[in-house]
């Protein structure tokens, strides 16, 4: 009689099988199965600027390396990138966060991670303004935490309305997760805006963690930290990879409370340790070369608004009504006159268009893709023509 077999040795964690799977996926594997047979697809999905890391950037980087700062730092970054970060708060913000309320993390999506692991339990509910970005209520879920979309409109320009945020307090309520300017939907929150919801957050004890990575790519808008508002209710995520081409550099942080930055500290010392020495002293040289970092996130604005004109107007002209956003670099599209899901229009743009773009579907945006503009104004013309050619504009 043979032994009963052993249970498989590998079985995934409940939380690993929490995670849903994307529903891009699909999609996004096809684009590069055409682009490895040398077809021409215009990418409008990846989420970074197509513009080079600044010279100024580049050479700090390459200095710390030959002068061996290459070693392990304090985990919640260098001393004097933190003194950096905390005057640049005060500068640019006008928030008052000392260096030892700062920390340093291995890109804004950690400090994020961090942030949700230090605050939230098994239970809480968390705010989220849908469309949103798709990390924000998997990481929630990860934490047992529950993730509730607050759902914005395309007529509204995706303008968060306070009154339908405190609708949806409960008493498990915990946090608010703002992202302004946002993705997908390039929305920046007007001050009034944010200060109703910081007076949400005062009247119900939330904590607000206000996602600011795009705050250098905004065209028209007033661009305002809510932690001017609440300071005490507030923990700002920042990082260098939007604003200064930085994202393979991986540097993001945050600041806020004392306590919560230990607790996220004690967190990244179990997990990751320090942010990579040599990004540190590149995100150091942005922070402080100020004119140079000054005229290239002015040349990279100008572009993207150029760029944003364009496409808005182009894909309007073709039926696809899309709204114009007032920030980061990312456009939302109705292709619902393509077809009724957005993951087969996705499909359709990709396999008779060539063109690459990002279903709404993991974004809680029905009938709506994203089209990302960073990239030239002859490829976004390149991709309307395209474009138009499916919807027989």
């Keep these: ?95 008052s966060y000392g260096p030892d309320a700062v920390t340093v993390t291995s890109g ?19 705010l989220i303004p849908a469309p949103y970005w798709v990390s924000y ?10 993730p509730v979309p607050v759902p914005t409109t395309p007529e509204s320009g995706f303008q968060l309305d306070p009154g339908a945020l405190e609708a949806r307090v409960t008493a498990r309520t915990r946090m608010i997760v703002l992202n302004s300017p946002g993705n997908p939907t390039g929305a920046v929150f007007s001050p009034e805006v944010l200060a109703a919801v910081a007076q949400i957050a005062q009247r119900h004890g939330l904590v607000i963690v206000s996602d600011e990575m795009y705050e250098h790519l905004v065209y028209g808008a007033e661009q305002v930290s809510i932690g001017r508002y609440a300071p005490e209710h507030t923990l700002t ?12 550099w991986r540097i993001g942080y945050a600041g806020g409370p004392r306590p919560v930055i230990a607790a996220m500290n004690a967190l990244q010392s179990q997990s990751t340790s320090n942010a990579s020495s040599v990004g540190q002293y590149a ?14 996130t002015e040349q990279a604005r100008h572009a993207y608004r150029a760029r944003r004109d364009r496409i808005v107007a182009g894909l309007n002209a073709l039926g696809l009504p899309t709204p114009t956003p007032q920030g980061a670099f990312y456009v939302m599209a109705n292709t619902t006159r393509i077809h009724s899901d957005e ?23 029905p009938g709506q893709v994203r089209l990302s503009y960073a990239t030239s104004l002859e490829r976004i013309e390149e991709a309307l023509q395209r474009i138009g050619a499916v919807v027989g504009a």
């Design 1 to 95: 009689m043979s032994a009963p077999s052993a249970p498989a040795p590998f079985q995934l964690s409940a939380r690993a099988l929490s995670l849903k799977p994307s529903a891009t996926v699909a999609v996004t594997s096809r684009a590069l199965e055409l682009q490895r047979a040398g077809v021409d697809v215009i990418s409008m999905s990846v989420g970074e600027p197509d513009f080079d890391t600044p010279p100024h950037i580049k050479a700090a980087a390459i200095q710390a390396i030959e002068a061996g700062k290459t070693k392990y730092t304090p985990v919640g970054g260098i001393p004097e990138l933190r003194e950096a970060i905390s005057a640049k708060f005060e500068r640019e913000n006008g928030l």
């Design 108 to 126: 804004g999506k950690q400090a994020l991670f961090n942030a949700f692991f230090a605050l939230l339990n098994p239970g809480d509910e968390v």
């Design 137 to 146: 209520p998997e990481m929630v879920a990860l934490t047992g935490a529950v």
């Design 237 to 248: 995520i920042n990082g260098a990879s939007k604003a200064y081409a930085m994202t393979g």
């Design 283 to 296: 995100a150091l040289a942005a922070l402080t070369q100020h004119d140079e970092t000054a005229r290239f």
């Design 343 to 365: 993951l087969e229009a996705a499909r359709r743009l990709l396999d008779e268009a060539r063109v690459a773009v990002v279903p709404g579907t993991d974004f809680a945006a």
